[in-house]
């Protein structure tokens, strides 16, 4: 089946520094990739969906300029947290998909602690 | 505009017995209907599909689902539950929209 990597699966931060999540599909080519953040007991936030080699259309009330994507090629996006703060902390989790008709296939997730 | 309702927070099941979580939906069009489940600290996994075709779809782990176009649902079902799979599930749906719709998720608990 379908495998998208994620890495790393946690990180810890100081507030501050800046923090790089990737998410790779491994066997397929992935034309659009999606980012989500999960709170405890909650379900997926959708933070932005990126198709491979175009800018990232992010979803209302998430900041771009904190929250950077790239999906440079057609296995690998990127999530970088710029100046990552305590409320930043949270799971963040990527899926890929190739086609429409696809169902999404998930990264393991990233449990990002910032200190 | 597409949407997805999960009416349970939380079900409980003993083991052995059947299982359903329920998923109702509204979508424009023909809707697309999807089934992940996610363990503790993970991604979610793909269990199932509608596109078309039957209305009743067998997935991964013995579960299975039925898609009522009359009732706008996709309920997820098992014959017998196992203690392994307390988790927590998601309904997802698609229509115009290549961007899918998640529900707010249904925790199961199985309990031996």
């Known amino acids: 089946g379908a495998v998208v990597s994620q890495h790393p699966s946690w990180v810890i931060c100081k507030s501050g520094t800046s923090v790089k999540i990737e998410c790779r599909s491994l066997?397929?080519?992935?034309?659009?990739m999606f980012w989500y953040r999960q709170f405890p007991k909650q379900s997926l936030m959708l933070m932005a969906t990126?198709?491979?080699?175009?800018?990232?259309?992010?979803e209302q009330g998430v900041e771009k300029d904190k929250f950077l994507i790239n999906h440079a090629s057609l296995t690998l996006s990127t999530l970088t947290v710029t100046s990552a703060h305590p409320e930043d902390s949270s799971f963040y989790i990527c899926s890929a998909t190739g086609s429409f008709n696809s169902p999404l296939h998930f990264g393991n997730g990233t449990r990002l602690t910032v200190t | 505009a597409q949407s997805v309702a999960q009416p349970e927070d939380q079900v409980n099941v003993a083991e052995g017995n059947p299982l359903t979580v329920k998923c109702t939906y509204s979508?424009?069009?023909?809707?697309?209907l999807f089934w992940y489940v996610q363990y503790p600290n993970r991604g979610l996994q793909f269990l199932l599909k509608?596109?078309?075709?039957?209305?009743l779809v067998k997935g991964s782990y013995g579960f299975e689902a039925e898609f009522n176009k009359s009732q706008t649902s996709f309920h997820l079902k098992k014959p017998s539950a196992l203690v392994s799979d307390s988790a927590l599930y998601f309904c997802a749906v698609k229509g115009g929209s290549y961007i899918p719709t998640f529900g707010r998720g249904t925790s199961l608990i199985v309990h031996p």
């Open positions: 066997d397929f080519q992935a034309t659009t």
């Open positions: 979508v424009s069009g023909n809707p697309y």
């Open positions: 990126s198709n491979e080699g175009s800018k990232a259309t992010y």
């Open positions: 509608y596109i078309t075709g039957d209305n």
